[in-house]
């Protein structure tokens, strides 16, 4: 995975993959994806259960790599975030407590007022010193998403986010996110349920049989461009 340190205007490329494969044991995985992420647009990631969102996922955010092919971080090192299926939320401390956490970890400078503005922000002000450990999954998965913010990332890398949510809380994570990308983050969102998340998305991948079968604007998506298509 290379890094370079590129600024993230609005439209400007964050990630790019170029070509990439990947196997687990002799098991071909991914073959042969072009992909980029921009700033201040949601890149919509969609297909089957197996298809290797969450590889693909993975690949981009630096955190594994392909085994052919490039993945190219185009952000200065810790300009990047990840949203999977674990929250790394401390039940024991309350919210605000665990987001004071991470704050003084990465060493942030006002930390305290600023994760009273990330909770205010996920609809978590009235409960920032109740236990953690209390909430429901919605609620411990924005905690989850106010930490992330509290970082300032330039990218966000989202794995099926709203899995198992209310709508209440799916309706404050997708205004979250949807705001950020309004501020210029680029978003890479891994969707279970496209036909709602779509809405949301300016481009969209969509895997099938290890490759994109479609790779483009939300708007084309019922259409398919070939495996290996690049967007």
């Given at each position: 995975?290379?890094?370079?340190?590129?600024?993230?205007?609005?439209?400007?490329?964050?990630?790019?993959?170029?070509?990439?494969?990947?196997?687990?044991?002799?098991?071909?995985?991914?073959?042969?994806?072009?992909?980029?992420?921009?700033?201040?647009?949601?890149?919509?990631?969609?297909?089957?259960?197996?298809?290797?969102?969450?590889?693909?996922?993975?690949?981009?955010?630096?955190?594994?790599?392909?085994?052919?092919?490039?993945?190219?971080?185009?952000?200065?090192?810790?300009?990047?975030?990840?949203?999977?299926?674990?929250?790394?939320?401390?039940?024991?401390?309350?919210?605000?407590?665990?987001?004071?956490?991470?704050?003084?970890l990465h060493g942030l400078a006002d930390a305290r007022n600023r994760a009273l503005?990330?909770?205010?922000?996920?609809?978590?002000?009235?409960?920032?010193?109740?236990?953690?450990?209390?909430?429901?999954?919605?609620?411990?998965?924005?905690?989850?998403?106010?930490?992330?913010?509290?970082?300032?990332?330039?990218?966000?890398?989202?794995?099926?986010?709203?899995?198992?949510?209310?709508?209440?809380?799916?309706?404050?994570?997708?205004?979250?996110?949807?705001?950020?990308?309004?501020?210029?983050?680029?978003?890479?969102?891994?969707?279970?349920?496209?036909?709602?998340?779509?809405?949301?998305?300016?481009?969209?991948?969509?895997?099938?049989?290890?490759?994109?079968?479609?790779?483009?604007?939300?708007?084309?998506?019922?259409?398919?461009?070939?495996?290996?298509?690049?967007?």
């Amino acid at each position: 995975m290379s890094q370079s340190g590129q600024s993230g205007q609005t439209g400007s490329v964050l990630a790019r993959l170029e070509s990439v494969s990947k196997f687990y044991g002799e098991r071909l995985v991914l073959r042969a994806i072009s992909l980029e992420a921009r700033a201040g647009e949601v890149l919509l990631v969609a297909g089957p259960n197996g298809a290797g969102k969450s590889t693909l996922l993975k690949i981009m955010a630096g955190l594994i790599r392909p085994d052919e092919g490039e993945a190219t971080l185009l952000t200065p090192a810790g300009a990047a975030a990840y949203l999977g299926h674990k929250t790394f939320i401390y039940g024991k401390l309350s919210a605000l407590d665990n987001l004071l956490f991470w704050a003084r970890l990465h060493g942030l400078a006002d930390a305290r007022n600023r994760a009273l503005e990330q909770l205010d922000r996920l609809g978590l002000a009235g409960q920032a010193r109740d236990p953690a450990g209390t909430f429901s999954r919605g609620m411990m998965q924005r905690l989850s998403l106010a930490r992330v913010f509290l970082l300032s990332p330039r990218i966000l890398y989202l794995d099926e986010p709203d899995t198992g949510l209310d709508l209440a809380s799916k309706a404050v994570l997708r205004r979250a996110v949807l705001e950020a990308k309004e501020r210029g983050m680029g978003v890479v969102w891994v969707s279970h349920d496209p036909a709602a998340d779509l809405v949301h998305a300016g481009r969209a991948a969509l895997l099938a049989e290890r490759g994109l079968a479609y790779c483009g604007p939300t708007a084309g998506m019922t259409g398919a461009s070939g495996p290996g298509t690049a967007c």
